[in-house]
């Protein structure tokens, strides 16, 4: 009574079936026993086959003499993409055969696999949608509800619901008397799964429920921290629309996870610019914190900036957040000891007088002024650190402090005027030749001085000032001898110094970086950019 469309299905030939559907032939015709084509191919595990026979619209729901439908082959034969297949196409999940052995049973949907999950779990998880009343039937099969755990850490159905976004569900296992307040091996609740969602829908009936103590028994909201880690991540999210509910909650604005961060730093951290700027324009008490700091120092001024919010660092400082200065002060106050230093030996005041934070080093030199004069492992002083990265803010502070010594030198030799040369910062050459006391004449440990470098130099402002001060005879020497020299010496000239510079390579922390004879290596950076200022530390 098979038809030959049916014996194709049977032996996996999707050639053959195809033939006969371009010559007409009715696909979903059963055989003697009820079962399709379709069913067959299910039964057998003919993915390609499946997909084409639903193609063509063949009955994803048609019942064999038994009860059974496509779905529950695939389930019975524990294919389970296959399954998933099904019910993505409108296979019903409500089936029960003439046994009344349903789909949950059928497929031993409870045990779990290597990794700990059941089919259920990723029946559900792989489907678009959950059909709740499917899912209804299927739980009348299990009278206890603990017994429905989808995996090892205590995932239950509500939780997945939760995730999905699916009220419906969760209405259902409500009215069912389900707990939906428990709690996964790793912490989720369902409040905190349903805030991660890219819907809304199922956070805001959980938070509703929570609003009513007899809405449910276990209460829903045992205590406030879930619904402040829902906060958090609706923080970085972005999820705005959420805030109003769960501060009518009476979330704590200012609630720190595990590491000490707040929503509002989180979001900064997540750049939810429209969320920070949110919570920062909040009227409501308690207002949020701005100055609160994680376990690592840092606060939500820090990752706004860091992450370029131009728009909440306006909001934080017009809000009184304290800056590194003012916390800075704080430790001084507090006594804490401003000559630790890292693994380089760098004090905090190396460090501020590096990164060019004028205020800072004013802070630190007037609570001890030996500070200015400290060395760090490479032998440079802070005002040495500042001339190297062209800092002149910063000098003119050590100076006043009397912490600037024009011709100090670090373990190199290198002096203070040569490190400014470098830096190209005029303003501080000038300052240092101004003392009258530089020596430009001086060399380092590597034979290179201030004549050396200001022939490498190709700034105009810098020129000027250089001859300003007496040494246009050094240099037209040397431009002259450059001029002298043939293509073939600079072109051998330039190897040179570019295999020199790659032998040297580069320091990349807070410390003296190599110094280089390769001005033709500079030469060509400098031609292909428009100013010094778009060269990085590296380059």
């Given at each position: 009574?098979?038809?030959?469309?049916?014996?194709?299905?049977?032996?996996?030939?999707?050639?053959?079936?195809?033939?006969?559907?371009?010559?007409?032939?009715?696909?979903?015709?059963?055989?003697?026993?009820?079962?399709?084509?379709?069913?067959?191919?299910?039964?057998?595990?003919?993915?390609?086959?499946?997909?084409?026979?639903?193609?063509?619209?063949?009955?994803?729901?048609?019942?064999?003499?038994?009860?059974?439908?496509?779905?529950?082959?695939?389930?019975?034969?524990?294919?389970?993409?296959?399954?998933?297949?099904?019910?993505?196409?409108?296979?019903?999940?409500?089936?029960v055969d003439m046994e009344k052995?349903?789909?949950?049973?059928?497929?031993?949907?409870?045990?779990?696999?290597?990794?700990?999950?059941?089919?259920?779990?990723?029946?559900?998880?792989?489907?678009?949608?959950?059909?709740?009343?499917?899912?209804?039937?299927?739980?009348?099969?299990?009278?206890?509800?603990?017994?429905?755990?989808?995996?090892?850490?205590?995932?239950?159905?509500?939780?997945?619901?939760?995730?999905?976004?699916?009220?419906?569900?969760?209405?259902?296992?409500?009215?069912?008397?389900?707990?939906?307040?428990?709690?996964?091996?790793?912490?989720?609740?369902?409040?905190?799964?349903?805030?991660?969602?890219?819907?809304?829908?199922?956070?805001?009936?959980?938070?509703?429920?929570?609003?009513?103590?007899?809405?449910?028994?276990?209460?829903?909201?045992?205590?406030?921290?879930?619904?402040?880690?829902?906060?958090?991540?609706?923080?970085?999210?972005?999820?705005?629309?959420?805030?109003?509910?769960?501060?009518?909650?009476?979330?704590?604005?200012?609630?720190?996870?595990?590491?000490?961060?707040?929503?509002?730093?989180?979001?900064?951290?997540?750049?939810?610019?429209?969320?920070?700027?949110?919570?920062?324009?909040?009227?409501?008490?308690?207002?949020?914190?701005?100055?609160?700091?994680?376990?690592?120092?840092?606060?939500?001024?820090?990752?706004?900036?860091?992450?370029?919010?131009?728009?909440?660092?306006?909001?934080?400082?017009?809000?009184?957040?304290?800056?590194?200065?003012?916390?800075?002060?704080?430790?001084?106050?507090?006594?804490?000891?401003?000559?630790?230093?890292?693994?380089?030996?760098?004090?905090?005041?190396?460090?501020?007088?590096?990164?060019?934070?004028?205020?800072?080093?004013?802070?630190?030199?007037?609570?001890?002024?030996?500070?200015?004069?400290?060395?760090?492992?490479?032998?440079?002083?802070?005002?040495?650190?500042?001339?190297?990265?062209?800092?002149?803010?910063?000098?003119?502070?050590?100076?006043?402090?009397?912490?600037?010594?024009?011709?100090?030198?670090?373990?190199?030799?290198?002096?203070?005027?040569?490190?400014?040369?470098?830096?190209?910062?005029?303003?501080?050459?000038?300052?240092?030749?101004?003392?009258?006391?530089?020596?430009?004449?001086?060399?380092?440990?590597?034979?290179?001085?201030?004549?050396?470098?200001?022939?490498?130099?190709?700034?105009?402002?810098?020129?000027?000032?250089?001859?300003?001060?007496?040494?246009?005879?050094?240099?037209?020497?040397?431009?002259?001898?450059?001029?002298?020299?043939?293509?073939?010496?600079q072109e051998s000239e330039e190897?040179?110094?570019?295999?020199?510079?790659?032998?040297?390579?580069?320091?990349?922390?807070?410390?003296?970086?190599?110094?280089?004879?390769?001005?033709?290596?500079?030469?060509?950076?400098?031609?292909?950019?428009?100013?010094?200022?778009?060269?990085?530390?590296?380059?």
């Open positions: 009574s098979r038809t030959l469309a049916l014996v194709a299905a049977l032996n996996g030939k999707l050639n053959v079936i195809k033939v006969l559907y371009d010559n007409g032939a009715n696909l979903d015709i059963p055989d003697e026993d009820g079962d399709t084509p379709l069913f067959c191919a299910a039964q057998n595990g003919f993915s390609e086959i499946i997909r084409f026979l639903v193609s063509k619209n063949c009955d994803v729901n048609h019942r064999n003499k038994t009860g059974r439908t496509p779905i529950s082959a695939a389930i019975g034969s524990r294919n389970f993409e296959i399954a998933r297949y099904f019910y993505d196409h409108g296979a019903r999940l409500t089936v052995i349903s789909l949950l049973l059928l497929a031993d949907f409870l045990l779990k696999d290597e990794n700990g999950n059941s089919s259920l779990y990723y029946f559900l998880d792989g489907s678009e949608s959950l059909d709740h009343s499917a899912i209804s039937e299927l739980l009348l099969d299990v009278d206890e509800q603990n017994l429905i755990d989808l995996n090892s850490q205590g995932f239950g159905l509500c939780h997945m619901a939760a995730k999905k976004d699916s009220v419906k569900l969760l209405r259902e296992l409500r009215d069912r008397g389900w707990d939906l307040s428990k709690t996964t091996a790793s912490g989720e609740t369902c409040i905190t799964l349903a805030a991660k969602t890219s819907g809304s829908k199922a956070l805001k009936f959980l938070l509703e429920l929570s609003r009513n103590k007899d809405a449910m028994e276990p209460e829903l909201s045992k205590s406030k921290q879930e619904q402040e880690k829902a906060f958090r991540i609706c923080a970085e999210l972005g999820k705005i629309e959420l805030t109003d509910e769960l501060f009518s909650r009476g979330v704590n604005v200012n609630a720190t996870d595990e590491e000490g961060n707040t929503a509002l730093m989180i979001a900064c951290q997540h750049k939810q610019n429209d969320f920070a700027l949110s919570l920062l324009s909040r009227e409501s008490i308690p207002r949020v914190d701005v100055d609160v700091k994680n376990q690592n120092g840092f606060s939500a001024l820090h990752f706004a900036s860091k992450n370029q919010l131009t728009d909440c660092v306006e909001k934080l400082l017009s809000l009184g957040a304290k800056t590194d200065s003012e916390m800075l002060q704080f430790l001084i106050d507090k006594e804490i000891p401003a000559n630790g230093r890292d693994e380089k030996g760098n004090t905090a005041c190396m460090i501020a007088s590096y990164q060019g934070h004028q205020k800072s080093v004013k802070l630190l030199l007037e609570h001890d002024r030996s500070l200015g004069k400290e060395r760090n492992a490479d032998g440079s002083t802070p005002a040495l650190l500042a001339a190297m990265k062209g800092k002149h803010e910063v000098l003119q502070v050590l100076a006043e402090n009397d912490c600037l010594e024009a011709n100090d030198v670090d373990n190199d030799g290198s002096t203070i005027l040569m490190m400014a040369i470098q830096s190209g910062s005029v303003p501080t050459v000038r300052m240092l030749l101004e003392t009258g006391d530089c020596n430009t004449t001086a060399v380092n440990n590597n034979g290179i001085g201030v004549q050396t470098l200001a022939t490498q130099c190709r700034d105009e402002a810098m020129l000027e000032l250089l001859r300003q001060f007496g040494i246009e005879g050094q240099l037209a020497e040397a431009e002259a001898t450059e001029a002298q020299q043939t293509p073939e010496e190897d040179t110094d570019q295999q020199q510079e790659e032998l040297e390579g580069l320091d990349c922390g807070v410390g003296k970086p190599k110094r280089h004879k390769a001005r033709f290596a500079v030469d060509r950076i400098l031609k292909d950019t428009t100013t010094n200022d778009q060269l990085t530390d590296e380059e």
